[in-house]
């Protein structure tokens, strides 16, 4: 089973990109960590069971050395672009054989110390030139995921109710039937809607 895990916006900046999200949108953010070896680093919006990722270069010569790095200074073009959707699953393992891939295994150090660790399948496709859905498996408690985290919204969160992709290639079949994606024409996220008590916010 696949469902909606959470959407990655990228920005030039964490701290700026965190404070357009408020101003505009309502949605309080939180720092994340760094991506050990990528030279990225995210900041959260929590929206219970899914989240938001803010995420920019933070070490550009760290940057250019990863193949994620390079996707996020390349796709970096205005403020919250909406650039990559994830889909969860508690069993990467079959989605990845569709992928003909094996699970990359990843962590990132939280400001508190801890680490949260997780593994990937589909990062080829997300950084190919159609930016496909990835999928990914946490290994954590859910009171640890990060759309869990305690955070001061402005707004009254439902949580991502729709994201619009392009065609999802090898993983049409797979995600036919996940909630909340439409898929038309265009690449990768075009837009996501995150659901309010009293209205839909949409980013695009």
């Not at 760290?62 to 990559?84: D, F, K």
């Not at 997300?126 to 305690?150: K, R, S, V, Y």
């Not at 009254?156 to 036919?176: H, R």
Request: include cysteine.
């Amino acid at each position: 089973m696949l469902e909606i895990d959470h959407v990655i916006l990228l920005v030039p900046d964490l701290d700026a990109g965190g404070r357009r999200l408020r101003s505009e949108f309502g949605l309080d953010s939180i720092p994340g960590g760094r991506h050990a070896g990528h030279g990225t680093g995210n900041r959260i919006v929590p929206l219970g069971g899914t989240y938001l990722e803010l995420m920019a270069v933070v070490d550009p010569a760290e940057a250019a050395t990863s193949p994620m790095g390079r996707w996020v200074a390349r796709h970096t073009t205005t403020e919250l672009n909406p650039a990559a959707v994830c889909l969860r699953t508690d069993d990467i393992d079959p989605v990845a054989a569709v992928l003909g891939e094996t699970p990359e295994s990843m962590s990132r150090k939280r400001p508190d110390g801890s680490i949260l660790t997780w593994r990937l399948a589909g990062l080829t496709g997300m950084l190919g030139p159609d930016n496909l859905p990835f999928i990914i498996e946490w290994h954590c408690e859910p009171h640890d995921h990060p759309g869990a985290a305690p955070v001061d919204h402005d707004v009254e969160v439902l949580g991502i109710v729709e994201v619009t992709i392009g065609p999802p290639g090898p993983l049409s079949s797979t995600i036919a039937d996940v909630a909340g994606i439409t898929v038309s024409t265009g690449t990768g996220v075009t837009e996501v809607v995150v659901a309010t008590s009293t209205d839909q916010l949409r980013l695009s």
